[in-house]
Nanobody, 124 residues
Framework: QVQLVESGGGLVLAGGSLKLSCAAS????????MGWCRQAPGKEREFVTA????????YSADSVKGRFTISRDNAKNLVLLQMNSLKPEDTAVYYC?????????????????WGQGTQVTVSS
């Protein structure tokens, strides 16, 4: 019912920046939260950051606090991820996520909808 399409991934040097975008379509009125998770090679998927769709509260993993900023445009059904001071350990496939029920307790990977993922590679 909700489709998520990420864009903006690519190759960047350590210390650089990237901005990811996610466009939601379908039954977007059902969205209560959106966020980003990632999966690095050989590792489990992990939570990165999320935003309450209505109130705008944001949550971030400790590993990205102070470096990544999530924002939203409700009218355009977009969520953005500004990534600064990138590190090689940030290399992963980044997935846009959305949930039609949860408004809080978003610091996890339990999202109902997932995008196809976009590769972010950070090199030294």
């Amino acid at each position: 019912q909700v489709q998520l399409v990420e864009s903006g991934g690519g190759l960047v040097l350590a210390g650089g920046s990237l901005k990811l975008s996610c466009a939601a379509s379908g039954r977007t009125s059902s969205i209560r939260a959106m966020g980003w998770c990632r999966q690095a090679p050989g590792k489990e998927r992990e939570f990165v950051t999320a935003i309450n769709w209505i109130a705008g509260y944001t949550y971030s993993a400790d590993s990205v606090k102070g470096r990544f900023t999530i924002s939203r445009d409700n009218a355009k059904n977009l969520v953005l991820l500004q990534m600064n001071s990138l590190k090689p350990e940030d290399t992963a496939v980044y997935y846009c996520t959305a949930d039609p029920r949860r408004r809080r307790d978003l610091n996890n990977t339990d999202y109902h909808y997932w995008g196809q993922g976009t590769q972010v590679t950070v090199s030294s």
